[in-house]
């Protein structure tokens, strides 16, 4: 298809069975009547752009040059790009890969086959569903996977894989935990201006707490714990988050940094 012209690529190697092509729908639609003629599985997923694909050029120009205004740091761990399957080297090499990875395919394979040639023995997926998780069991045999998402995953983390390294209070901080949570719920409200006070602005107050907190090497004070809480509550509020869902997320909360004592529920 691309050798007559038309605009298709592999979008993401996603395991040994599964990989998305993405690029202009008739090229989509042909490849996927040519595959099912040859008994392949067909699913089409609802996104709203061709990503990682060519069709994302302008997009990726657009981003590049965005990135040039940062001063980008070094990351403090080790952090695997999307593009190269291969830790980021130093920030410079973090832009031009940040850049590109918008039209270049997702290679969670090859991550998933670099944590298995560095020995890595257990993995644990953060944020919603478990995705991430099914894919390391369904292609990596001696790697172990979790997710925070399914309650039967959280008990084995909190009572085997924790109880093994550190205690939950220093595992998770509740600032940490509560920017993570309020990234990784779902946004039901696309008005911009909402999103920006109910969402952006607390999140940076609370950002710039954990970056302190970091700096410095200190435990959060009650006043700041109580702070990220409420960042959560304005975030939910906007984001318009269903009300079982916030009470899960809240109980996830306080279970992972056993801090329920410090709040009334």
């Given at each position: 298809?691309?050798s007559r012209g038309k605009t298709i690529a ?11 092509v993405s690029g202009e729908a008739a090229a ?193 004070s009650r006043e700041q714990m109580h702070m ?38």
């Amino acid at each position: 298809l691309s050798s007559r012209g038309k605009t298709i690529a592999v979008s993401n190697y996603n395991g040994y069975k599964d990989v998305v092509v993405s690029g202009e729908a008739a090229a989509v639609e042909e490849l996927s009547e040519t595959l099912k003629a040859r008994g392949a599985d067909i699913f089409k997923l609802n996104v709203s752009a061709a990503f990682h694909s060519p069709i994302m050029g302008f997009a990726a120009e657009k981003f590049s040059h965005e990135l040039k205004k940062y001063d980008l740091r070094t990351p403090k761990y080790k952090v695997l790009s999307n593009v190269t399957a291969l830790p980021y080297s130093d920030k410079q090499q973090m832009a031009d890969i940040l850049g590109t990875q918008i039209v270049k395919p997702v290679n969670w394979m090859g991550i998933m086959k670099y944590l298995e040639a560095n020995h890595t023995d257990t993995v644990i997926e953060f944020g919603p569903k478990s995705v991430l998780r099914n894919l390391v069991r369904n292609n990596i045999a001696d790697i172990k996977s979790y997710s925070y998402d399914k309650e039967e995953d959280v008990k084995i983390i909190k009572e085997t894989l924790l109880n093994e390294s550190v205690s939950l209070q220093a595992g998770f901080s509740i600032i940490s935990r509560s920017l993570g949570i309020a990234v990784a719920t779902k946004n039901y409200n696309w008005n911009n201006e909402e999103y920006a006070k109910g969402v952006i602005e607390p999140y940076e107050k609370v950002a710039a707490i954990q970056a302190e907190l970091e700096t410095s090497g200190r435990q959060p004070s009650r006043e700041q714990m109580h702070m990220a809480v409420e960042m959560l509550k304005s975030v939910f509020r906007t984001k318009k988050t269903p009300i079982n869902e916030q009470k899960k997320r809240f109980n996830q909360l306080f279970s992972e940094t056993n801090t329920k004592k410090h709040f009334e529920v």
